[in-house]
């Protein structure tokens, strides 16, 4: 292939957002740290095209009926990951991105040999343990010699296919059909929302500033909006019976037939056009047996993947290079460090498949129990992000890439998603009353409380999470802060050095420190 082409993989999140300034500090690298937020980037890298990602927004929709909300959020979440659009995540139109990476990469003296196809790999050739790579580029006989090579394509990858390395994917239960595309002329789902009838009570954000989630009987649909008008969307068919459909014609009839299900999605999408052929990915999930071996290593992407649920992707795939970015300046430790990496992709794969494998069980059954799964995702990812931001990196393994994504690796997040999952497996078939579900959610909530510095799974909240920075005050010794301690690295959350001198903070001043700090404003 060649720049700029089409990919997958579009929604960030504020744990990648760290990556990307770990390493624009640490190489040097001033075009990451713009990546890395939504207010940055517009104004330092404003060819490349971005959507604006403030949150998480769910919708719950009932086949044959238009969406239904009223004041209670019965059928709707909004979970907040910034406070403001300065600071937000932002959506990728990965053809802009990687073109971009790409052209940086070469200007750095990296030789960049686009359309290219390797056609044969030979271990120890000349007697000195590397690698011989054979090809052709442009036409011409390629070779090429290494000590490492480093597979970051996508499923069914260049390794995978050339060691081989085994596939793993039978002690995967998940099965997921992708329809997907882009399109313009798509209006906000609420103006089609506000036609059905449903209310929509004012969220921390703005509705479509947000990866949105349509959750659906057979699956979900994703829809992540652009600044330039075009919307990347895609069908997530996790029901038998509706995968088998929509690989049985073509991917754009799939498209129409599951749209016409739902009344308020198709009059949102009456109107749209794609700009690419839309297209069907019979099976989303790949996972291979092992990661990284004698002079090889996988990125995340290539050795395993389960759902673009919580966004995971960009995130798992940075924290990933920022680890073999340590190794490569410590080669006399390389083979020790790549099965360090192997060992801990393994772990954390195994980790998303518990979380992923649940979130779809639980949506299975009902959207309220979706909801209480998913504060197991959003207090993980909040306690690790404000870990990152607020303390310093830990002594055991020298630095913050190489703890456990999602808390793969803590003990307290391991411990209170197997004993959800194994509650989640326990409940009986069949519809669920309203009284079980409330102990699953109050089971997950007292479960979730050493690890929620964000406030979650407080009803009072009316499903709509704004960041909460009184609750980060409140939860302070969560992290083993007092609030003194909490105070002097305050200015850390905006990537500032510490201050000098440490302060008490009251509700109230946090109120104030929250204003100040993070220029929250009212939307």
Request: aromatic share 8%.
């Amino acid at each position: 292939g060649r720049h700029p082409r089409f990919a997958l993989g579009e929604s960030s999140t504020p744990l990648a957002a760290l990556s990307l300034e770990r390493l624009a500090a640490r190489y040097g690298l001033g075009d990451l740290h713009a990546l890395a937020a939504y207010g940055r980037w517009r104004r330092e890298l404003p060819a490349l095209r971005r959507g604006l990602k403030r949150g998480f927004t769910f919708y719950a929709h009932r086949p044959g009926e238009p969406y239904s909300n009223g004041a209670d959020n019965e059928s709707r979440l909004l979970v907040a990951a910034s406070p403001r659009d300065e600071m937000a995540d932002a959506h990728w139109l990965r053809a802009d991105v990687d073109h971009h990476l790409a052209r940086r990469a070469a200007a750095e003296g990296v030789e960049v040999l686009e359309e290219a196809e390797v056609t044969a790999v030979e271990r120890g050739a000349g007697g000195d343990g590397g690698w011989r790579l054979e090809g052709r580029h442009e036409g011409r006989p390629l070779s090429l010699a290494a000590d490492l090579l480093v597979d970051a394509s996508g499923p069914g990858g260049f390794l995978a296919r050339r060691l081989p390395i085994p596939s793993a994917l039978d002690a995967v239960r998940l099965r997921t059909t992708l329809v997907y595309g882009h399109f313009e002329g798509v209006p906000p789902f609420a103006e089609a929302a506000a036609a059905a009838g449903a209310a929509l009570p004012a969220g921390p954000y703005p509705e479509e500033g947000a990866a949105i989630h349509h959750m659906l009987p057979e699956g979900w649909m994703y829809v992540l909006p652009f600044d330039h008008g075009t919307v990347s969307a895609g069908f997530v068919l996790a029901a038998e019976e509706a995968r088998e459909r929509a690989m049985a014609v073509p991917a754009e009839c799939a498209w129409e037939e599951i749209l016409g299900r739902y009344p308020t999605l198709a009059a949102q999408w009456g109107a749209a056009r794609p700009v690419r052929p839309i297209a069907t990915i019979p099976v989303v999930q790949h996972r291979l047996a092992r990661a990284a071996g004698d002079g090889w290593v996988l990125l995340p992407h290539a050795f395993c993947f389960y759902s673009p649920l919580f966004s995971t992707g960009i995130a798992w795939s940075l924290l990933a290079i920022e680890r073999l970015a340590l190794l490569l300046e410590d080669a006399d430790g390389l083979a020790a460090g790549l099965d360090r990496y192997g060992a801990l992709l393994a772990r954390e794969a195994d980790h998303l498949q518990s979380l992923v494998e649940g979130a779809y069980l639980a949506a299975a059954r009902s959207f309220d129990l979706f909801v209480a799964w998913g504060d197991l995702y959003f207090a993980a990812a909040s306690f690790a992000e404000a870990s990152q931001r607020l303390l310093d990196a830990p002594a055991r393994g020298g630095a913050w890439p190489w703890e456990g994504f999602l808390g793969s690796t803590d003990p307290v997040v391991r411990a209170m998603l197997a004993e959800s999952g194994e509650e989640l497996g326990g409940l009986p078939p069949g519809p669920l009353g309203g009284a079980a579900i409330e102990r699953f959610a109050s089971a997950v909530r007292r479960r979730i409380a050493p690890r929620n510095v964000a406030g979650l799974a407080d009803p009072a909240r009316n499903r709509l999470f704004p960041v909460d920075f009184e609750a980060l005050i409140e939860n302070a010794g969560l992290l083993g802060l007092s609030t003194a301690e909490l105070g002097e690295r305050l200015p850390r959350l905006r990537g500032d050095p510490i201050g000098a001198a440490p302060r008490e903070l009251s509700a109230d001043q946090g109120r104030q420190a929250q204003n100040a700090l993070l220029g929250q404003q009212k939307e």
